[in-house]
């Protein structure tokens, strides 16, 4: 346990809250929590005042954004706080604060911070006054990772949308902004004021294991006006929108959280490429940019990963492209940040580099420590401390979080998964589903001649805290629809005991419709399909992760594309296979050729629709 001269800690009494707002001349007004009339936002002058009074020891954990384990910011499950001891060395989520003064918190589903939209905001409101009752009090930025589609933190029954290549095969500014409103109007009703998305990553490459459907699409100028959009979303609910990961991520076989990522791109290819959605962003008034742990030769031929440098993030990020907001790193747990640098020097090469909050460090007390041994012994300034602590605050003060820190149950019950909030993100995906292939006009299928439907496939664990598996919500979804549908999970590597299963299924059925996820040239995912389409059966697969898929699968005359295996997404492919709406959904990649990527199967802007082969075939 460290020693601080905030009091924050054992037994000194601990002055009243009047006092300590009286402590900070000219803000008493800026940091109470009113009740009825909206409080004024502090400038930088009284920001400045805030910093002027902070001890070293706040001012380093100021830098920090950590996870911490458990549904309740003092009474979590004897489980979090055994792991929250074991990681962090405090029981729960007020310690932390308390011990290290952090001036942010990531929620993540795995750390039980995400029950239920009531948990969420009471576990938010905890947090706040933790952070609110330590002398010199701040509110806390509570920040997740809600970019929906594959990656969501909070999943029902608050409102899910389709993912950003979902989004970007719609095409549409004004769904992407429609998502970032209702998204972030959710998000702070529970209490969540900065989220980490979007993802103005351009995704060029195939085979990225750790983008992919994650990003808009692979055109820049389309990726950025996506990103744009989104970004005016979140700023009209009053939650700080993060574009990442910058230089760009966007081309890499390499997944960093477990490996280094290179970036094989010449500064002129960044230009035109990576950079464009993210000078979009910052046109839009981005609130935060996160770095990537990639190393990018042509931007710095040190060797550093982008987040640890200077170059890429002081140069290039805030010289180059302006940018003055606050820039925080991937999570510091990973391994593309921890290959060439041990856990306490990381930290502080992000501070030099020009980083302002430092996310989800291994060790709390390491990277801390060494954090404030750096100032101590003069490699950090408290000056260049005092810069980051100042971009930090404003934003704070932006979001209105010294006047409005807390939220209430029945906000909550106002706005999150409210029926039009729902029912706007089944429009958008259903201005989303890409029919790629329509052989003989297979599609939509005929309730009298297809009643019987059996759907198999991949069943991925589902995404976003959604219904799930996607064979078993298709069917439901069918069913609906007026067919008798069938679930047969035979997930992503089918043995041949499982594909037989399911051919002596289909025997039964009149048609099938079969799920694939990210199909390889080696998959039994092939030969599932395959089998099926032998049957004589009509066969319609559904691409619920990579559209890439139908490359590998030419034989099927019917193939849609969902983008994610979400409930919202699954359930407007449904409704496609069955015609109650015709597709609308564009590539927002290309597909290359299975047997020879240098050939374009399927280009951006492919998409075919019901009205279309109507039209040809009269």
């Given amino acids: 346990m460290h020693d601080t001269s905030t009091g924050s800690t054992g037994n000194t009494a601990r002055p009243s809250r ?7 001349a000219g803000l008493t007004a800026a940091l109470t929590v009113p009740t009825t009339a909206r409080a ?6 009284h920001l400045r005042a805030l910093i ?26 004897q489980a979090d706080v055994d792991a929250n001891l074991k990681e962090l060395g405090v029981r729960t989520a007020a310690e932390l604060i308390a011990e290290y003064r952090v001036g942010g918190i990531i929620y993540f589903a795995w750390a039980h911070n995400t029950r239920d939209p009531h948990q969420i905001a009471d576990l938010s409101n905890g947090i706040q006054r933790a952070s609110l009752d330590q002398p010199r009090g701040l509110p806390v930025l509570i920040a997740t990772d809600q970019e929906h589609g594959a990656v969501c933190r909070v999943g029902k029954p608050a409102t899910l949308f389709p993912g950003a290549m979902a989004i970007g095969a719609g095409g549409s500014r004004s769904d992407a902004r429609t998502l970032g409103r209702i998204s972030g109007a959710e998000l702070r009703a529970m209490g969540i004021n900065q989220d980490y998305s979007p993802d103005a990553d351009v995704n060029v490459n195939p085979a990225n294991p750790v983008i992919g459907v994650r990003s808009f699409g692979a055109d820049p100028e389309a990726v950025a006006t996506l990103v744009a959009a989104e970004v005016k979303g979140y700023q009209a609910s009053r939650v700080a929108a993060t574009a990442k990961h910058f230089p760009g991520h966007g081309d890499t076989a390499v997944d960093s959280h477990y490996g280094f990522p290179v970036i094989t791109h010449s500064r002129e290819l960044w230009e035109t490429l990576d950079a464009v959605p993210f000078r979009a962003a910052i046109r839009a008034g981005i609130d935060s ?27 290039i990020l805030r010289g180059e492209l302006g940018y003055d907001g606050v820039v925080i790193t991937d999570s510091l747990g990973m391994e593309g940040v921890r290959t060439k640098y041990g856990d306490d020097r990381v930290p502080v090469l992000a501070l030099k580099a020009g980083v302002d909050q430092l996310l989800n460090p291994p060790s709390i007390d390491v990277a801390w420590h060494a954090v404030l041994k750096a100032v101590q012994e003069g490699e950090l300034t408290e ?21 409005h820190a807390y939220v209430s149950r029945s906000g909550v019950d106002r706005t999150v998964g409210t029926e039009a909030h729902l029912a706007a993100a089944d429009r958008i995906a259903e201005r989303t589903t890409t029919l ?17 439907i059996l759907v198999v496939g991949a069943d991925p664990a589902s995404p976003s805290g959604t219904t799930g598996p996607p064979t078993g919500v298709l069917a439901a979804a069918l069913t609906e629809l007026g067919f008798t549908a069938t679930a047969l999970s035979t997930g992503t590597t089918p043995s041949a ?14 048609a099938v419709v079969v799920a694939t996820y990210n199909v390889t040239a080696g998959s039994s995912q092939r030969t599932l399909v395959e089998r099926l389409l ?28 969902t983008y994610c295996w979400t409930d919202v997404e699954l359930r407007a492919a449904a409704r496609v296979i069955a015609g109650r709406v015709s597709p609308r959904g564009k590539l927002p990649v290309p597909v290359q050729r299975a047997d020879d990527p240098a050939q374009v199967l399927y280009p951006i802007g492919h998409g075919l629709s019901y009205e279309s082969y109507a039209a040809h075939r009269a």
């Fill in 52 to 77: 002027s009074r902070m001890s070293l020891e706040e001012k380093v954990g100021q830098l920090f954004v950590m996870r911490v384990y458990g549904h309740s910011a003092t009474a979590p499950d």
């Fill in 383 to 403: 000056a260049r401390l005092d810069e980051s602590i100042l971009r930090i605050l404003r934003l704070k003060a932006r979001l209105g979080l010294f006047g």
């Fill in 534 to 561: 032998a049957t004589g059966r009509p066969v319609v697969a559904v691409a619920v992760r990579n559209p890439y898929d139908v490359a590998h699968l030419p034989q099927v005359k019917g193939y849609l594309a």
């Fill in 18 to 24: 009047r006092a300590v707002l009286a402590a900070t």
């Fill in 289 to 315: 940019i996160m770095t990537a742990h990639i190393q990018f030769p042509a931007l710095d031929d040190s060797g550093d990963p982008a987040t640890l440098s200077h170059p890429i993030l002081t140069g």
């Fill in 497 to 510: 005991a499982t594909v037989t299963k399911a051919v002596t299924a289909a025997q039964d059925a009149d």
């Fill in 40 to 45: 004024a936002t502090p400038d930088d002058h």
């Fill in 436 to 452: 790629l292939v329509n052989d003989d006009g297979l599609l939509p299928l005929d309730r009298d001649a297809a009643r019987r």
